[in-house]
């Protein structure tokens, strides 16, 4: 089974970065489509990155276009969501997700392996 570890959240400034990881086991990331999604209080579940097999096909949600980056180190079999810009309404807790699907998917019913989650919270 594969197994997936996030770390990384904490307490940021309006404007300032943060990177969170997602340490993967049970299968190379190179064959997992692998995303970002996020959960504030009282929402639903949204995705926030998602790539596909090999990096291919990347998809960021509008609102984090140009700030956030999703990228994977193959070595450490660990994929990092590279925050910055951050706006109060980022703030979430934030959950790395995995599915043996080739392309990524948009929708947390799509995805088979789920992390425990880490908060982020983004103080204006």
């Known amino acids: 089974q594969v197994q997936l570890v996030e770390s990384g959240g904490g307490l940021v400034q309006a404007g300032g970065s943060l990177r969170l990881s997602c340490a993967a086991s049970?299968?190379?990331?190179?064959?997992?489509?692998m995303g970002w999604f996020r959960q504030a209080p009282g929402k639903e579940r949204e995705v926030v990155v998602a790539i596909g097999w090999g990096g291919t096909n990347p998809y960021y949600k509008e609102s984090v276009e140009g700030r956030f980056t999703i990228s994977r180190d193959i070595a450490k079999n660990t994929m990092y969501l590279q925050m910055n810009s951050l706006k109060p309404e980022d703030t979430a807790n934030y959950y790395c997700?995995?599915?043996?699907?080739?392309?990524?998917?948009?929708?947390?019913?799509?995805?088979?392996?789920w992390g425990k989650g880490t908060l982020v919270t983004v103080s204006s």
């Open positions: 997700a995995a599915t043996k699907r080739t392309i990524p998917r948009t929708g947390p019913y799509e995805y088979d392996y």
């Open positions: 049970g299968r190379t990331v190179s064959y997992l489509s």
